[in-house]
């Protein structure tokens, strides 16, 4: 299944892409696509219902039908750097011996195809297209082997980054990571069973029609299964967190020279099987 949120910023309603890539309401069923509603009962339930059923939603998605961040209520945003060893090399800096862990403020996340605001002072905004995994079944301490059955389903996450805030300004990285709507989250979350293999995806990312970011999530150093269970050493993972798992090379800070984001330029990025995001830069 693909489940969405759709409508106006603050009142997004439950939804789900149907075969003809039209949106159904699932209004009547779930409060909201987040928390319970991601447990595998409650996606098992979802699954077994004949989607033609269901109402339709006037309006294309992404088109003239605004999408908004695809998981709701998100407790935890939990990012994950410098897992992909080129796009350390790229950025100066060793591959870690062990994940390196920041977190993204939730109030960072938005729309798929929303504006990106540039910070005020900003001078090195940047993109990062990584896959996201969304959890559906909690728990701490999980165990490697059993770490997939808590996956609820992978979405894009463009882990927008202000590369001075982020390195510069005495402390870490989240100053850099966690500004007004720096984490575009969607179109769509894909239920797990329909992502045989989250580590054989590719991901890009084109600004202004260039193509900056060509990967492959099968160059992570540390893959899905290990963040999970490592993660849940740390803190409980709950229904409805996002682990956002790194970024390929090819990101605005490794270019030769560097460069950064302008009001008036368009990002377009992807995940192979989870959809697309477009989003215009405006200054803030």
């Not at 590719?202 to 290990?226: C, I, K």
Request: glycine share 12%; net charge negative.
């Amino acid at each position: 299944m693909k489940l969405l949120r759709y409508g106006p910023a603050g009142q997004e309603k439950p939804g789900v892409l149907d075969a003809n890539g039209q949106v159904r309401s699932l209004s009547a069923l779930v409060d909201d696509i987040g928390g319970t509603t991601l447990s595998p009962k409650c996606l098992a339930h979802l699954r077994s219902l004949d989607l033609n059923s269901l109402p339709l939603v006037p309006g294309v998605p992404q088109q003239d039908l605004r999408l908004g961040p695809c998981v709701a209520k998100v407790g935890k945003c939990i990012c994950i750097g410098l897992n992909y060893a080129d796009h350390a090399a790229e950025s100066g800096m060793p591959v870690p011996p062990e994940p390196v862990v920041f977190g993204k403020w939730t109030s960072a996340l938005s729309g798929p195809d929303d504006a990106v605001h540039i910070p005020r002072g900003s001078l090195k905004t940047d993109w990062e297209v990584e896959l996201a995994v969304v959890i559906g079944q909690g728990g701490s301490h999980i165990a490697e082997a059993d770490a997939m059955q808590h996956v609820a389903g992978y979405c894009v996450m463009n882990d927008v980054s202000e590369r001075d805030f982020q390195l510069n300004r005495s402390g870490t990285w989240d100053k850099g990571k966690g500004c007004d709507t720096f984490g575009p989250l969607g179109p769509w979350l894909v239920t797990a069973d329909e992502v045989p293999d989250p580590q054989a995806l590719s991901l890009w990312l084109e600004v202004d029609g260039h193509r900056y970011q060509n990967g492959s999530t099968a160059t992570m150093v540390y893959q899905v299964p290990f963040l999970v269970s490592y993660l849940s050493r740390f803190m409980s993972l709950q229904p409805g967190d996002v682990i956002s798992t790194g970024t390929p090379p090819g990101v605005g800070m490794g270019q030769k020279p560097q460069v950064f984001l302008r009001a008036g330029q368009t990002m377009r990025l992807g995940v192979e099987g989870l959809g697309v995001q477009t989003q215009r830069l405006v200054q803030g």
